[in-house]
């Protein structure tokens, strides 16, 4: 068990309303956890595992989450500005809705993903895979 910023962290938590802005949670195992509407602002995320994490109305904004894998992740009414996801895996993941602003998403994986009615603003789309994703009313 790993306890940052007095929250204790790791599989199947309840974290939601969290407060872990600008705290390095770098290769943790988040599987299952509910980390609806906590503050991940400016935090350090990399190689950690998202896999069906409830991220929805998480604030994500200038966080680094590069080589996160984010399958089946619910990030529905995510704040997302200026964030890394490179090298990310957000296959059958629901983004439905999610405005994306300013975020690096070179070589991330949107397979299956639920992007119904995204926005994706003035990011990096660098060997960005959509295949086989819902983008019906997204704006890419």
């Not at 938590?13 to 988040?30: I, W």
């Not at 503050?39 to 990399?46: E, G, I, P, V």
């Not at 399958?71 to 964030?83: E, K, M």
């Amino acid at each position: 068990m790993t306890t940052i910023n007095g929250y204790e962290v790791g599989v199947n938590k309840d974290l939601s309303g969290a407060d872990l802005s600008g705290q390095d949670l770098t290769g943790l195992d988040l599987w299952g956890s509910n980390l609806s509407g906590a503050n991940l602002s400016n935090a350090t995320c990399t190689l950690a595992n998202f896999q069906f994490v409830n991220l929805d109305g998480a604030n994500l904004t200038n966080a680094d989450f590069s080589n996160v894998n984010f399958r089946g992740a619910d990030l529905q009414h995510s704040i997302v500005n200026g964030t890394n996801f490179t090298e990310c895996d957000f296959s059958e993941a629901d983004l439905d809705g999610v405005r994306i602003e300013n975020a690096n998403l070179t070589n991330t994986r949107f397979f299956k993903t639920n992007l119904h009615g995204a926005q994706f603003i003035s990011n990096v789309l660098s060997r960005t895979h959509f295949s086989h994703a819902v983008l019906s009313s997204a704006f890419l």
